[in-house]
């Protein structure tokens, strides 16, 4: 006579509650590694180097603070999730830059750059912008992959006093027009 087919145990894990094999497509993979190394470390034997890696990043950091420098340290690039590397603003370049682009011979779209270097969510601006001037915003990348905010119609001459106002942080001085391919302050 046959066996009786025995159920399969699946382990979950405890902080994602994913299986471990799913563990690195969740929102806490960083959270679940501990528990990965410790309890299944065949499914994930990359995450063992890097484990080993990391220790010795901390002894070269340890060893840096009294003096002795270490040679293998590497430096350590920080990442947001989904990959993205983050970007150090420069302090010494923030300005806003507001340009106007004419398209079919009569329609306006103003471009805002430069908001993010002040701590501004470019999608709240979007929206703040859309509704102050009841147009259409929308954030997008910009010719040099930068993000940018950009607003249907001429609004050019209203939207600095409406930056400062809602933004305080960003100062007058800081805040550039684009006419005839020159950049010229706003104030």
Request: charged content about 30%.
């Amino acid at each position: 006579m046959a066996e009786k087919p025995q159920p399969i145990r699946v382990i979950y894990c405890p902080i994602c509650s994913l299986p471990p094999e799913y563990c690195e497509f969740g929102s806490d993979f960083d959270k679940c590694k501990p528990w990965l190394i410790q309890n299944v470390p065949h499914i994930y034997p990359d995450l063992i180097k890097e484990a080993n890696e990391n220790d010795i990043d901390k002894v070269a950091d340890k060893l840096q603070s009294t003096g002795i420098s270490s040679a293998s340290k590497q430096e350590v690039v920080k990442r947001l999730p989904g990959g993205k590397i983050k970007k150090k603003a420069c302090l010494d370049r923030q300005e806003v830059v507001i340009e106007k682009v004419v398209r079919n011979k009569r329609k306006c779209i103003t471009t805002v750059k430069g908001l993010e270097l002040f701590g501004i969510k470019l999608s709240d601006a979007s929206k703040k912008l859309g509704k102050k001037f009841a147009t259409g915003a929308s954030v997008v990348k910009g010719p040099t992959e930068k993000d940018q905010i950009d607003v249907q119609g001429d609004i050019a001459y209203d939207i600095v006093e409406f930056i400062t106002d809602t933004w305080p942080d960003v100062p007058e001085a800081a805040i550039f027009f684009i006419e005839d391919g020159r950049k010229v302050p706003a104030a």
